[in-house]
C-alpha cells in the first residue's frame, strides 16, 4: 500500500513527503488531501521524496501539479527529488520541469530549499 | 486552496470557446478535428469526475457510478463493460468516441440550452438548406471560459488541471487562430505549447488530430 508520510514538522526546516509505491487514483486523493493540509498549517517549503515511488498515472501527475500550484499561490516552495528514470520521462514528456524543480536526491532537495 | 471549480464541463466549455458569437456559429474546424476534440473532452471530463483514469498506454475504469450528466453517463457505461483486465490505449477510445462525436457535442448543447446560456436556431436558406445557428443567450459562462483561457496563456503561473485540458483541446483542433489575433497568437504561442502538452490525454488528442490530418493530406495528393 503507497503511503504518504509527513516526515518533518520543525518549523525552519523543509517538510517531507516520503511518496511510496503507486500513484494513482487510489493514492493521489490521499497525497493530495495530506499535502493541501500541511500547506493550510502553515507549510512554506515542501518536498515530495518520490525516491520509492514506481507508478503515476493521470491522477497522480494531476495531484503533483495541484500541489505545486497551491503552494505556489501560498508563496512557498515546492520540489519532487528521487524521480524513477521512466517517471522522470513522463514529469519531462508533460513539460512539468517548466513549473517544478525536481532534484537528484532528497539531500540535494533539502539542501536547496534550506537557503 | 484550489480554484473555483467552473460549473460547466470541458466539453461544455470547448464547445463555447468554439462557438464564434457574433455568428452563432462554430468556427471552421475540420469535422474530424472537432469529432477527435469532443470525444477528448469526453475523456477528460471522465477523469476530472474521478470515474477514469490512465498513464501513457492505457485507460482504465476506476468507478462506473453514473456521474448524472447524460452526456459521460452512456460512455461510461459503455466504457465499463469491457474487460477490466484488458484496459484499451488511449487512442482506441478516442477514435471510438470521436465516431459519436456530433452526437456527443448535440448532447451537450441540449444540456448548454437547458441550462439557459445558448439557444438553438434551424433556418432554411433558399427555402431549401438547413442552416443551424446556436446565438449566446447568457454570455458569462463563456465569456468566463474565454478569460480563463486568455489569462492561462498571458501568465506564466501553473494553471489549474481543466484550464490546462481547455487550453490542450483549443491548440489541438487550431482554435487559437480564431480566438487570438496573429500579434496575440505568436506572443502566447511558447505557452501555449508548454500548457497544451501538460496533459496526458491533451497530448493523445493532438497526436490523433496530426495523424488524421496527415491521412486526410495524404490521401487527397494520391487522387
Known sequence: MPSAVAESWIPSEPDVMDIEGRLDSGTAPIVEEDVLLCIQSGARRMVLDCGSLFYISGAGLRTILTLARAMQKAGGSFAVCGLQPHIQEMFAGCGFEAFITVYRSRSDALAALAR | MTAPHPSLTILEEFLLLALDDSAGQFYPLARSTFDCASAGAVLMDLTLQKRIDNDLKHVFVIDATPTGNPVLDPVLQMMAIGPVLAPKPITHWLH??????????????????????????????????????????????????????????????????????????????????HILSDHELANAATRIEQVAQMDLIGQAVAKAITEIEAAIAMASGFR
Do not use: S, T
Request: glycine letters at 8%; aromatic letters at 4%.
Open chain 2, 96 to 177: 471510438h468516441l470521436a465516431d459519436e462525436g456530433e452526437g456527443l457535442r448535440e448532447r451537450a448543447l441540449r444540456q448548454l440550452e437547458a441550462q439557459g446560456i445558448l439557444r438553438r436556431e434551424d433556418k432554411k436558406i433558399l427555402w431549401v438548406f438547413g442552416a443551424r445557428r446556436y446565438p449566446v443567450l447568457d454570455q458569462k459562462e463563456q465569456r468566463e471560459a474565454k478569460l480563463r483561457v486568455l489569462g492561462v496563456i498571458l501568465r506564466d503561473d501553473i494553471p489549474a488541471i481543466h484550464d490546462i485540458m481547455l487550453v490542450a483541446l483549443a491548440h489541438a483542433c487550431g482554435l487559437f487562430c
